[in-house]
Each structure stands twice: as structure tokens, then as C-alpha cells.
């Protein structure tokens, strides 16, 4: 039962190709599935110009790296990258195919799988091996409930891996050999012109690279209260970002949003300051490997999700907490 | 940029599918069969990425002229969310009376796109995931069956030279255009504008306007998730149990720093 990981690259701001660093998740899951089930893992990345970018992984614990290469994938299409991919699914014969829950897999996925007869597991938290087979996580209602689900039916199987599920430094190192694999695909295939991508005002910012974020939410109660926040971001040498009602309300900019409908963030450190915990901003956080939570509620479903918490009034607890870290350096 | 055509288009013809979902705070239960939750006693209410693609579809029509028909597939309650979608402005609806539950989105999708081939649409719009299932997949799988190049996360659409040109969210706070032939499929992100309430003349329209029923049985399709098994449904089980930090505010702290940088290595 052999698992490929298809993972993904974009355009980096210097143009060149780079990782989306939700792929070693991925990767990571592949493997640890594929060693559950005594098999090797296989891993799979599209575009043009990537063979470079392939031979990272040359160093993996995988059976082959295929570099998926064609100058009509060089811009990313749904018609595109579905029909590149079905051609590479076809060859190499996988029985499970494994995603990072990325907005562009969004946007291809569902067509991927719909083309081959099947549907696809979107947005699993977990899976386990039960009796041979793959049982995945999946969250409904918002995080309220959770089910198991199991692929029916022949195989491909599809799945995509929610951001956090998994954890990247977890992969296995060992030798992989690197394939270039050209898909037949004609400019006909693609129906969509995708333009330059592009940014707008107050929207420059990658808070997915952040090592740490400190976030605020409502319990800031306004505005000018702010900086009492960003100061420890400051001190912490973080990124600023906040939950939906924060910049719903313009006190910052939607670009520092975390959350559903904002960013998804897994940092090594997350301070949630004042935000109670709606599943909305957890799923954008709570892959993160250390989480401190600071809310006047000891209810709050934040601490659900935290490691540390201190059950307190943020405007005495964060003026300390920012004195206490200067005091490190 | 592309090149800027007139913007003409006379009659647009618009499908918005639209979901009715259980009520955002709602307490849900496990029902007996452990595969579903409890519905009898649930408030539901339309899903709301979906209310933002009824909104853009109205947009759409109001600025180009044209149709725009509501489709929701789901059981009697659903007739609810298709007289709110009326009394906001659509001109009919279609109705498929199936009980959905946890049908997979595949399964969902072909009910809906043999109801979408019969209005022959120019668009066909629906939020980017729905509150439930949350697969985020039927308005891409719908595009696939019906034929349909698609766009998803859309935050605004503009006719462009007998076609579209659509803004998408990207992640990490980009976007980019998109300009692709009509017919297409687009889902809709939430959020992208203010969504009207119906007024009283709307909500009295709506009383005249048509509603389709149909079986599945009528579109010659059966109901059945061929490819996803639906083990169990449980409460999930919290993982993590946080470690609270007592004391006054500087002693907690510091107390925090100290275990953030010799507990979690962190700092």
C-alpha cells in the first residue's frame, strides 16, 4: 500500500520557486502512514523550474521524488495541476495520496478526485491504522464534533492534512531518487488566465514565518489599548496578530488576521492575549507547539488549546510579562 | 493587467446554491446511530459563506440585469432558507427534498448538477465550505461534473469581454485576478460584502415566486457516498490540559518566563 505526498511550491518574492512550508507536514505524514503500513513513502511537487527544488527532498526517507515539470504548470491552474497530476497518479499507481489542506489544493482537489471517481478526506486532523486500513479524523460543525471516516472503494484514496495536524520536523532522513515526470498538456486544457499575484495596502505580511506570534482579541476592549500588547510582541521579537473582531473592527489590519478566514500559523511560541477561543481562531493556531493563553475567563475554550495559561487581567499580567522577558537580554 | 472590454452583458443567468446548516451556537448531540448528530430539536439557518454568494449573485443581476435562481437541496426545513433567499430578491428557486445528513460532497454535488443542467446558467455560485460538513469541495466537484472551468476563495467578480474576471484570496494575505470564459463556477469567500436583510415587500414577493420540488429520483440520480465511509461521530477529546499560573501578576510572570524558557525551551 504505497502513500505519495504531493506537495507544494510558489513563487518566492525574488520569483524563484520555494516551499510551502505546509509540505513537510505532509511529508511527514506520509512517511509515518507509510511506515505504519510497511511501506515507503513517495513525494510529488509541480510547476516549472523545480527540479532544483525537488532535490531537497533527495535526503528524505522516500522511494522517488517526482518533479512534475511542464511550462504550462509554471502558473498555477486548477485545470492545470489536475490534469498533470491525474497523469502522475496514473503512472506511479499510489493507493493512498496525501495533501497539504492548502487553499490551492482547495481549488484543485475536489476536481482531481471528481475526475477519478473518487472523493477526497479535506481537512483531516489524525488518522490511525485500523485492521490494514486508513481511518482519518475530520472535524465537522466547526470543531464541535468529530468523526472517523474510511475510503470505500477502490483505490487512489485522497486525503488533505489540516495545517498543524502534523509535524514537520518530524521527517525521516535517507536517500530518495529524483524523477522528472512531463505530464501531456496542451494550452487548450486550460480554460482559466490567471494575473499576477499581488498584495494590497497593509497586506504584507507572513505571519506564517514567524517563529513567534503574539496575538490579541477582544478583551484588548479598544484601540488604544493596542500597543500594550505590541509592546510584548516587541519584546518577544514577534509578529503582532489578532483575531477576527480586532480587525473586523479596523484596530489592525485584516493581514494580521488569524483564524478560518485569516492566517494559519504554527510558530514555536503562541500568546493569545484576550482571545476566548472561538473555533474560528483555533483552527488557525492551534497547530502551534507551545501555546500561552491570558484571559480574565478561566472558561475560556482558549485554555483547551493552551499549555500554559494565567487566568488574569491582561492589562497587569502582559506589562510584567514584557519586563520579565527584557529582563532576558 | 488584461485589456478593458465594455462591460456588457445583457441577462445574466445565475444559480446560487445555498445549504441550510444547524445555527452557529447550537449544542450539538450524538444521535442513537453514533454516525450523525441529533436534528429534531436544531434551529438551522443558511450557511454563511453561502449568504454571501446569494448576496454577489444579487449584485451581479441587479448591475447586468438577468435571473438569479435559488438551489438548495435538503429536507422540508430547507424551504425556509429558499423563501429567505427569495424575499431577498431571487426569482425562483429549486428545491431538491432530499435529506442530505452526511452524505459525501460527491454525492451532493451530482444531485446538484443535474439540477443546474436543466437552467443551462451563465454562472453558478456558492459559498467556498459549508458550517457543517465543512468538506469545502461540493462547488469545485459541482464545476467538475458540470463541465465548467471555476474559481475558488472569490472576493469580487467583474464582467470582462463576454467573460469574468474574479479576484481570488491567495494565502499569507496575497490575491490574484483571474479572468476565465462564461459559463463558470465560482465559491464565494465570506465577508466580501454587507448582506441585505429582506424587506417587507421582498418578504411578500416571495410569496408569488416559483419553487421547483424535486426528488432525486426526478433527476435520475441516486443518493449514495460511494467513496467515504462515515465510521462513528464522537464529542473530540481534548488533548492538551494547560497548567495554570497562580499568583500575583509579576510572580506569574515570571513564573511563565522561567517554564517557557526551561519547560517548553521556547525562549
Known amino acids: 500500500m504505497s502513500v505519495l505526498a504531493i506537495l507544494e511550491q510558489r513563487p518566492s518574492p525574488d520569483g524563484r520557486p520555494e516551499w510551502n512550508r505546509m509540505s513537510f507536514e505532509t511529508l511527514a505524514a506520509a512517511q509515518q502512514m507509510a511506515a505504519e503500513l510497511n511501506t515507503l513513502a513517495s513525494a510529488a511537487v509541480a510547476g516549472q523550474d523545480i527540479e532544483t527544488l525537488a532535490w531537497d527532498l533527495a535526503g528524505r526517507r522516500l522511494a522517488a521524488v517526482y518533479a512534475v515539470e511542464h511550462d504550462l504548470l509554471r502558473q498555477y491552474t486548477a485545470d492545470g495541476y489536475a490534469t498533470a497530476l491525474r497523469q502522475l497518479i496514473e503512472r506511479v499507481g499510489p493507493e493512498i495520496v496525501l495533501f497539504p489542506h492548502t487553499y490551492q489544493v482547495r481549488d484543485f482537489l475536489p476536481k482531481l478526485a471528481t475526475a477519478m471517481g473518487r472523493v477526497a478526506v479535506s481537512d483531516a486532523v489524525s488518522h490511525r491504522i485500523d485492521g490494514g486500513e486508513v481511518v482519518l479524523v475530520r472535524q465537522l460543525f466547526q470543531g464541535k464534533v468529530n468523526v472517523d471516516v474510511r475510503f470505500a472503494g477502490g483505490p487512489p484514496h485522497f486525503a488533505s492534512l489540516q495545517a498543524g495536524a502534523y509535524r514537520a520536523g518530524r521527517m525521516a532522513a535517507g536517500e530518495a531518487a529524483v524523477e522528472k515526470f512531463v505530464p501531456r498538456l496542451s494550452a487548450a486544457d486550460i480554460r482559466t488566465r490567471p494575473l499576477e499575484r499581488f498584495r494590497e495596502n497593509g497586506h504584507d505580511v507572513d505571519l506564517t514565518a514567524a517563529e513567534i506570534v503574539v496575538s490579541v482579541g477582544r478583551g484588548v476592549r479598544e484601540a488604544g489599548n493596542i500597543p500594550v500588547v505590541e509592546e510584548l510582541a516587541r519584546a518577544l521579537g514577534a509578529e503582532l496578530a489578532a483575531s477576527r473582531p480586532i480587525c473586523d473592527a479596523g484596530w489592525l489590519p485584516s493581514a494580521r488576521q488569524v483564524g478560518s478566514s485569516g492566517q494559519t500559523v504554527a510558530p514555536k511560541l503562541y500568546v493569545a492575549v484576550g482571545i476566548s477561543g472561538a473555533i474560528q481562531h483555533l483552527v488557525g493556531m492551534k497547530g502551534s507547539r507551545t501555546v500561552v493563553a491570558i484571559n480574565k475567563d478561566p472558561n475560556a475554550p482558549i485554555f483547551e488549546v493552551a499549555d500554559y495559561g494565567v487566568v488574569g487581567d491582561l492589562f497587569e499580567v502582559v506589562p510584567e510579562l514584557t519586563a520579565a522577558i527584557g529582563k532576558l537580554k | ?267
Open chain 2, 1 to 267: 493587467m488584461g485589456s478593458r472590454g465594455p462591460r456588457v452583458r445583457i441577462s445574466m443567468k445565475i444559480v446560487v446554491a445555498i445549504k441550510q446548516v444547524p445555527a452557529r451556537d447550537s449544542q450539538l448531540r450524538i444521535d442513537a446511530t453514533g454516525r450523525w448528530i441529533e436534528e429534531s430539536d436544531l434551529a438551522y439557518e443558511v450557511n454563511e459563506p453561502d449568504a454571501y454568494a446569494l448576496e454577489a449573485a444579487l449584485r451581479l443581476k441587479e448591475e447586468h440585469g438577468g435571473e438569479a435562481i435559488a438551489l438548495s437541496a435538503g429536507p422540508a426545513r430547507v424551504s425556509q432558507a429558499i423563501r429567505e433567499a427569495l424575499a431577498k430578491g431571487a426569482d425562483r428557486a429549486i428545491h431538491i427534498e432530499e435529506d442530505l445528513g452526511a452524505l459525501d460532497p460527491l454525492a451532493a454535488a451530482r444531485l446538484l448538477a443535474a439540477a443546474v443542467k436543466t437552467e443551462a446558467p451563465d454562472l453558478v455560485l456558492t459559498g467556498l465550505q459549508s458550517d457543517d460538513l465543512g468538506y469545502g469541495q461540493t462547488g469545485v466537484i459541482l464545476a467538475e461534473l458540470l463541465g465548467l472551468p471555476h474559481a475558488t476563495i472569490v472576493m469580487q467578480v467583474e464582467l470582462r469581454n463576454g467573460g469574468i474576471r474574479v479576484k481570488r484570496e491567495l494565502e499569507s494575505g496575497w490575491f490574484q485576478h483571474v479572468e476565465m470564459p462564461l459559463p463558470a463556477l465560482l465559491t464565494v469567500q465570506s465577508g466580501i460584502s454587507k448582506l441585505r436583510y429582506a424587506t417587507l415587500m421582498g418578504i411578500k414577493k416571495a410569496r408569488s415566486k416559483e419553487v421547483k420540488r424535486l426528488k432525486a429520483a426526478d433527476l435520475g440520480v441516486t443518493l449514495e457516498s460511494a467513496s467515504v465511509r462515515l465510521d462513528r461521530a464522537y464529542a473530540p477529546v481534548r488533548s492538551k490540559h494547560a497548567q495554570l499560573i497562580a499568583g500575583e501578576p509579576r510572580e506569574a510572570a515570571e513564573r511563565l518566563v522561567e517554564k517557557l524558557r526551561f519547560e517548553a525551551r521556547v525562549l
